[in-house]
């Protein structure tokens, strides 16, 4: 009886660990590769724009509008891509995305004045909006609950390694004539926005969009191969059925996007609005939080601290970009295992914590002419430690939050309102950053943005669920409970 029982117990067979399926990761893994354009970007410009100066002249002003112009003009192309990526699709607009940064590109970098340089930013900041939009959408539509969070948070990972690719750049052209190696350093870009493009067009189609338009046959097809089972296959194809068959009536064949903007701006339900509130200020605060105007002007913020080498300026870059992606690999691979609000209070209040630390740093530089070493230093420690915590926490996090959260009807036009948000703020600080600086100091504006920081660690303790391991289909859920009713 003894071995009978002792058989049995070990015939039970103990849970699989999920394992990544290879179709759904090579998918997702070219769409956010779009976003290593934009990182690239972010990265190059920090060191471009002391060339640009010195060569074609320009003011402090003309500065920030040149650098920031790009994040306010990738508003257009985010706002548009959520219309765009339902009447044509979410692959077709990754393309579009791709080709119009690549014009872009192109055109800064064989510019010959100011106006034709912020005519080519104007163009791939159109570009930059529309994949920052579309990847995520595309990635979490295509993705299992069990990795959702992993495979959505690669466009964070791609924008990191586009920064630290720029800050390389930087470093290893510096050496070159004025006139010659800010145009090499931006015009490079084209060459990966063209192999994406070209890329992309062996991707499928997201299965939830083809659903959308009634193509059941070829959406079935295609989660069947991002799926581990033939059963796990037909129940995410019978939960996007059920999903779609609930857009209030409206012929799924037909699906273009017609009256969602008015239920998502002006009549939303309680549901809806907490999600689009969620949405919007975790897009908000991931901007409001400096990240990017310290990237793009890290290199005056160490000049203002007493380092004037530009080798050494751009080095101290490279180890930047190496600690920020380091900590956004971190993110990408415990994301589904500790869930997203773990990481994500962790990472801010490490931010609030990292610009207090800058701003005392600041502080002492600015007030003595010495330059003590240990300010250099804690400044330094200061700057990779913010930019660390930001790739762990709310950095990669947005991305994944603002794309999983909105329901099936309203995910493309709800996705394009919070990026559009996050550029709208992106594109306000970088403009103003230095401008605000030389008025207030570099530390004051550190200790304000600790200030929106600790903020917005209160706002993501009381308003944002955790989404870890569910469906698409069962977040909106999620939301119909009281704000304050939050999972810890």
């Known amino acids: 009886m003894d071995s009978l029982e002792n058989s049995s117990s070990h015939d039970v067979p103990h849970p699989r660990k999920p394992v990544l399926n290879k179709y759904a990761f090579a998918a997702a893994l070219l769409a956010s590769a779009t976003s290593i354009l934009l990182g690239y970007d972010i990265g190059v410009m920090s060191g471009a724009i002391i060339f640009i100066k010195e060569n074609i002249h320009i003011s402090t002003i003309e500065v920030e509008i040149l650098v920031g112009s790009l994040n306010v003009c990738s508003l257009f192309g985010s706002l548009l891509a959520g219309k765009t990526s339902d009447l044509i699709g979410r692959r077709l607009t990754i393309v579009l995305a791709a080709s119009t940064f690549l014009v872009g590109a192109v055109l800064m970098g064989f510019a010959p004045s100011y106006p034709f340089l912020m005519t ?13 939009m579309i990847a995520p959408v595309y990635t979490t539509e295509l993705s299992p609950a069990t990795s959702r969070g992993f495979l959505t948070s690669l466009p964070e990972l791609f924008i990191t390694l586009g920064i630290l690719f720029g800050y390389l750049s930087n470093y290893f052209l510096a050496g070159l004539p004025n006139r010659i190696n800010w145009r090499i350093m931006v015009g490079i870009a084209g060459a990966p926005a063209a192999a994406i493009g070209l890329g992309v067009l062996a991707m499928p189609e997201s299965p939830r969009w083809l659903v959308m338009k009634g193509r059941y046959g070829e959406a079935k097809k295609i989660i069947q191969k991002i799926s581990d089972t033939m059963e796990e296959a037909e129940s995410r194809f019978q939960e996007i059925k059920m999903a ?19 239920e998502l701006l002006l009549t939303p339900s309680p549901s809806l609005r907490r999600i689009l509130i969620a949405a919007v200020g975790i897009n908000f605060f991931m901007q409001a939080s400096g990240n990017d ?15 004037h080498n530009k080798r050494h300026l751009f080095g101290i870059t490279v180890i930047m970009g190496l600690s920020k992606t380091f900590f956004v690999l971190v993110s990408a691979l415990f994301l589904d295992r500790f869930g997203r609000r773990p990481l994500l209070l962790l990472g801010t209040l490490g931010m609030v914590f990292s610009l207090v630390g800058l701003g005392l740093g600041s502080k002492f530089l600015a007030e003595n002419n010495s330059k003590p070493t240990w300010a ?11 930019l660390s915590f930001f790739s762990i926490g709310i950095g990669p996090i947005t991305w994944v939050y603002s794309s999983e959260i909105f329901p099936m009807k309203y995910r493309a036009q709800g996705t394009s309102v919070a990026i559009s948000v996050n550029r709208l703020v992106s594109g306000g600080v970088a403009m103003s950053f230095l401008t605000i600086a030389n008025k207030i100091t570099f530390a004051r504006v550190f200790f304000i943005l600790a200030g929106i920081m600790t903020m917005a660690t209160i706002f993501f303790y009381f308003l944002l669920p955790e989404t870890k391991g569910k469906t698409l289909e069962e977040i909106e859920g999620l939301f119909e409970d009281r704000p304050s009713d939050v999972e810890n």
């Open 376 to 386: 250099i230093v804690l400044s330094i420690i200061a700057v990779c430690a913010f």
């Open 120 to 132: 080519g930013r104007v163009i791939a900041g159109v570009g930059v909006g529309y994949s920052l």
């Open 244 to 262: 779609a068959s609930r857009l209030d009536s409206e012929n799924s064949s037909q699906f273009s996007g017609k009256g969602v903007w008015k």
């Open 293 to 307: 105007a310290v990237v793009y002007y890290s290199p005056q913020v160490f000049k203002a601290a007493g380092i």
